[in-house]
């Protein structure tokens, strides 16, 4: 048998029929929803007068539309949003999904509950109509997002008619410095590779700085696969992965835990493997990182800065004409003299119990800028509750930041947690798109230290001058 | 579907580069529950001012290219989320065939799945096209998905690569889904060989 990647291995096992042209009939283990883009899909269904094929696999949670203060539990004000909602809980007792609505503990942002319930399992092949799938990808699971006929064809047939990618491997050599995480990793690669630079691609993250990421970390790193143009993001399992699993409510147990164990070790790529790409990054080599422009390859440590359009070449000369103007910056401006309004700590790629950890570390005894606005929101009301339990919330609280309840928030702007035209906000989400966390909102993406750090001297900030 | 077999229209230049699905259709109309009518919010922050007033600049908004059916762009077209919405309201305004240097991935398989077709081609091929479209409303483009070639406004003829499997589904409008349902038998094999070999899924 000729040497295969992780990528490969995955997709094999999970083949049902291929076409001549090498189209592909893929099985599909897991199948996430939320409110924003299945509505349509449900709506298609009855229509064909057909049915949910797995509903035991298929797993719905409202995110993208849900406030998160605390007066939520009176119902969503919004109408539109509060429509999308109670679709989406008819839909799901309808169809007989399982089902986690607004107001359950275990409610989160999609990417978050899934690994949380142990839904999310290595080598599994993992669908969402959402981007940012890719999270999945942290325990070794074909993970990647598709679109609402998609969802529709997967609730229809549990599986996607594929063509396979090509196999590209980043590898991030030696260990990261102090204050440098896995976000500065993911943003870091997308700086050096662009937005396009993963099309066409199934990336998989190797070398001893992913290995020493926690599941939280890994999930980080995945989670903007995307942003850096890769249909999914992989990280082979390993005990980290396992010791997550083990005893979540959907994880196997007994002597299935020992069967799938079994097969979960044999899930790497072989050491012989072709590789139609390769990146290799010293993980010494990364510093704390922060977006300047409107695309996430707008990537710079902090002690650069502003660049010139003049910089870049081809079409990426307007483009940073355009993002200068829009971010109204500055060429040459030192990156850590760009003042802030706003910090937003939170979103499926920083909304996780050790990114709040890192972030109240640095906050611990301090208190936000004069006049700033700063929230934290949770990933999910179970990282939310160990937060709490932990002594977090209340270390964000007396530093000045807002506490709230679990959901996608100013990652996307969908529901009240927007920014305003010319608002500026360091942000530990995944995209700084025009307009993308509120119509003239300037978005800088950063890890959560670099977002507390800001927090505390209202502009961005290194983060090592604070450990 | 709605097939896609020949289309000669008006092309629309957007010379921009990563343009994104925030751009195509911001957030706020994604709350809707139905699949049409987005078209009047097609690139809505570009489109219209904070009062809603049209940007005359915005090409969509200058009266050669109202009635676009062909949009030409930069490199990375569709970046970021995996909302549908964004070709619904492509498709929703008119535009049937988009052309750029390259796509995303969600984007561009989103594009299939609603009659839309979508066209990568080298950086200078495309550079030739933006000219042809920056000619207006009195230059017609020609896209012919049968013989896979674009034909601009002086006949220049461009050939162009597309899956075949995809190409028969746009000719010939087809529901992806129905052709699934048709390899059923298959799907409940592999389920009952999968059931066996990794029961805990």
Same mark, same amino acid.
């Given at each position: 048998?000729?040497?295969?990647? $992780? ?43 057909? +049915? ?19 007066? /939520? ?13 109670? #679709? ?17 503990? /275990? ?13 999310? $399992? ?17 325990? !070794?699971?074909? =993970? ?14 549990? @599986? ?25 990793? @993911? ?27 926690? *599941?939280?970390?890994? *999930? ?33 147990? !007994? ?50 800065? &502003? ?12 483009? =940073? ?8 910056? @500055? ?40 006049? $700033? ?39 996307? #702007? ?22 993308? +966390?509120?119509?003239?909102? /300037? ?5 959560? +230290? ?18 | ?26 957030? +706020? ?29 915005? &090409? $969509? ?47 561009? %398989? ?19 096209? *933006? ?6 409303? %009195? ?58 070999? /990794?029961?805990?899924?």
């Amino acid at each position: 048998m000729s040497a295969k990647t $992780l990528y490969d291995k995955i997709w094999d096992a999970h083949v049902v029929h291929e076409a001549e042209d090498g189209t592909s009939l893929l099985y599909i283990d897991r199948h996430l929803v939320h409110e924003v883009t299945s509505p349509q899909a449900f709506e298609g269904l009855r229509m064909a007068g057909r +049915q949910v094929r797995k509903p035991e696999n298929t797993i719905a949670v409202p995110d993208h539309n849900v406030p998160t203060t605390p007066d /939520r539990v009176n119902g969503i004000q919004n109408e539109e949003s509060r429509i999308q909602v109670e #679709a989406l809980d008819k839909n799901a007792k309808d169809f007989g999904i399982h089902y986690y609505p607004v107001n359950d503990v /275990r409610q989160g942002i999609v990417h978050i509950v899934g690994p949380e319930q142990g839904w999310t $399992l290595p080598g599994m092949t993992v669908v969402c109509g959402d981007s940012h799938t890719a999270t999945h990808g942290a325990f !070794g699971a074909l =993970a990647h997002g598709i679109g609402t006929s998609e969802v529709e064809h997967v609730l229809a047939t549990q @599986t996607l008619i594929q063509t396979k990618s090509k196999n590209m491997k980043v590898e991030i050599t030696g260990q990261l410095r102090p204050g440098v995480t896995a976000k500065d990793i @993911t943003l870091s690669v997308i700086g050096k590779t662009g937005t396009a630079g993963g099309t066409g691609y199934v990336i998989e993250y190797c070398g001893e700085a992913i290995r020493s990421l926690s *599941m939280e970390g890994r *999930m980080t790193v995945c989670n903007m696969a995307i942003e850096g143009g890769a249909r999914a993001g992989l990280i082979a399992p390993d005990e980290t992965t396992f010791e997550y699993i083990k005893g979540r409510p959907h994880a196997p147990k !007994g002597a299935q835990w020992e069967a799938a164990l079994t097969w979960w070790k044999t899930l790497y790529s072989d050491d012989d493997a072709h590789w139609d790409k390769v990146i290799t990054i010293k993980g010494e080599d990364i510093a704390p990182v922060v977006t300047w422009g409107t695309s996430p390859e707008d990537v710079l440590p902090i002690t650069d800065t &502003v660049p010139s359009p003049e910089d870049f070449e081809g079409g990426k000369v307007d483009a =940073a004409k355009r993002a200068l103007e829009y971010m109204g910056l @500055t060429a040459g401006q030192k990156l850590s003299d760009i003042e802030i309004d706003t910090v937003f700590i939170g979103s499926c790629t920083n909304g996780r119990i050790e990114d709040l950890r890192a972030a109240a570390e640095i906050l611990k005894g301090k208190k936000i800028k004069d006049g $700033l606005r700063a929230m934290v929101v949770p990933g999910s009301g179970l990282v939310r509750a160990q937060a709490e339990e932990e002594g977090l919330a209340d270390i964000f609280k007396e530093a000045g930041f807002e506490w709230r309840l679990a959901g996608c928030s100013m990652c996307l #702007a969908m529901n009240p947690d927007q920014l305003s035209p010319g608002e500026r906000c360091a942000a530990t989400s995944n995209r700084n798109f025009e307009g993308r +966390q509120g119509r003239g909102g /300037r978005t800088h993406l950063m890890s959560p +230290q670099m977002a507390a750090a800001a927090a505390v001297t209202g502009k961005l900030t290194d983060v090592r001058d604070l450990i | 579907m709605e097939k896609f077999e020949k289309l000669t229209g008006i092309a629309a230049p957007l010379p921009l580069i990563n343009v994104d699905t925030d751009m195509i259709i911001p957030k +706020q109309f994604l709350k809707t529950i139905k699949r049409s009518g987005l078209g009047v919010n097609l690139f809505d922050e570009m489109r219209y001012d904070d009062d809603g007033n049209e940007i005359p600049d915005f &090409v $969509l908004n200058k009266p050669q290219y109202r009635e676009s059916e062909i949009l030409v762009a930069g490199d990375n077209f569709g970046c970021g989320s995996s909302r549908e919405h964004a070709p619904w309201a492509i498709k929703d305004f008119g535009i049937r065939c988009v052309i750029a240097p390259s796509f995303a991935d969600i984007f561009f %398989n989103n594009c299939f799945k609603n009659g839309i077709l979508p066209i990568a081609l080298p950086q200078d091929q495309i550079d030739v096209l *933006m000219k042809d479209a920056e000619k207006g409303s %009195n230059a017609r483009m020609i896209v012919d998905l049968e013989n896979q070639t674009i034909t601009t406004s002086d006949g220049e003829v461009f050939p162009f690569e597309v899956d075949q499997f995809k190409k028969h589904c746009l000719l010939e409008g087809l529901d992806d889904i129905g052709l699934t349902m048709e390899k059923a038998p298959a799907i409940d094999a592999f389920e009952a060989k999968a059931g066996t070999e /990794r029961p805990w899924v």
